[in-house]
């Protein structure tokens, strides 16, 4: 069936490096994709989102690169600082007739270590 | 400017009852979506209203409900609560309906005894 995934369940970040969290999707289809940030004990934040017609969208110390070819999303994060640590998710939206599907992916823990 | 605000912050219940729970979106914000958070399943759609109407429904069954008031505040309902219904349910309030930057609340965790 339809499912977005992630490769890692848990990544460990140098403070400082740069991070790349991976996710992969499977229907081609999908016309949105959206990055999530939830910390411990709080609802998802909002990071970056991209539509399927681009390949790269740029925001705030994060970039967001889609390859369709190989139906990848990923999100990268430059010079990872502590407070970036938390579970990051992917999500993927499917728009039919003006209705939206959104399958999330399951998510990756962030781990910076000082 | 308040964040989304859900109540209740936690909540137990007993297999077979029912359970309401209320979000306030972002004042402005017209369109509201209930996602439910479990362990094993991670973040699942439940449903959108904009403007007091459903607009988009996820696959769950017709236990969970929701609706929308004309001040946007939303609620949701599950009737005849299982064990597997426990979960953390979350709001989340935009400015449009559809995929948009959503602002979600902390949630509501429900747990069925």
């Known amino acids: 069936g339809e499912s977005v995934g992630l490769h890692l369940p848990t990544l460990s970040v140098q403070e400082g490096d740069n991070s790349i969290i991976n996710c992969a999707y499977s229907n081609s289809a999908s016309d949105y994709f959206i990055w999530y940030k939830q910390e411990s004990g709080k609802g998802p934040q909002f990071i970056i989102d991209?539509?399927?017609?681009?390949d790269k969208r740029q925001g705030q110390r994060v970039t967001v690169l889609l390859n369709k070819t190989v139906k990848h999303l990923s999100l990268q994060i430059a010079a990872t600082q502590p407070g970036d640590s938390a579970v990051y998710f992917c999500?993927?939206?499917?728009?039919?007739?003006?209705?939206?599907?959104?399958?999330f992916g399951t998510g990756t823990r962030l781990k910076v270590l000082a | 400017k308040a964040g989304v605000t859900q109540t209740p912050r936690y909540l137990i219940k007993t297999r077979g009852q029912q359970v309401t729970l209320s979000c306030s979106p972002i004042?402005?914000?017209?369109?509201v979506s209930w996602y439910q958070q479990t362990p094993g399943q991670g973040l699942q759609f439940l449903f959108e209203y904009f403007s007091e109407t459903q607009r988009n429904k996820g696959n769950f069954p017709g236990r969970f409900s929701g609706r929308q008031f004309s001040n946007s505040r939303s609620e949701m309902n599950v009737s005849t609560l299982e064990l597997g219904d426990s979960a953390l349910y979350l709001c989340?309030?935009?400015?449009?309906?559809?995929?948009?930057?959503?602002?979600f609340g902390q949630g509501t965790r429900l747990t069925v005894v």
């Open positions: 989340a309030s935009s400015l449009d309906r559809g995929p948009s930057e959503a602002f």
């Open positions: 991209i539509r399927s017609n681009m």
């Open positions: 999500a993927e939206i499917l728009i039919t007739s003006g209705t939206y599907k959104y399958i």
């Open positions: 004042s402005g914000h017209r369109s």
